[in-house]
């Protein structure tokens, strides 16, 4: 996978808007966490898939709507699926970043202190 794919220059960019992140490898996969937890992950066609995507941390709920309302942009990704996170495809040509955005920046609200998320509201 090469470092430089435009969506993962993309997403470094918007994660490191956010407090108390980190980038490691995990499972051979560029993943970020938000103190100890993660909350995202890119994939460049993970086993074969053919998507370039982000899986993110979600709620059942959201993972469900975004799911029945765009199947062709968001699913349900394996292994952390049926915990609530949505995976979200950057292949396409017209994805709208601010949804990426709001939807990282959820992720990591779930798992982060509230320290970290006082810290981005006050900027």
Known sequence: MPKDHPALVKLRKLISALPETSEKISHGAPTWWGGKKTFA???????????????????????????????????????????GWVGVRLDGKRVDWDVVAGLLED??????????????EEG
């Open 107 to 120: 992720g990591w609200r779930q798992v982060v202190t509230k320290r970290a998320i006082r810290a981005l």
């Open 41 to 83: 992950t890119f994939h460049d066609n993970h086993h074969g898939d053919g998507r370039v995507a982000v899986w993110i941390k979600s709620t059942f709920e959201e993972q469900s709507t975004l799911v029945e309302a765009k199947p062709s942009v968001f699913f349900v990704p394996p292994y952390v699926g049926p915990s």
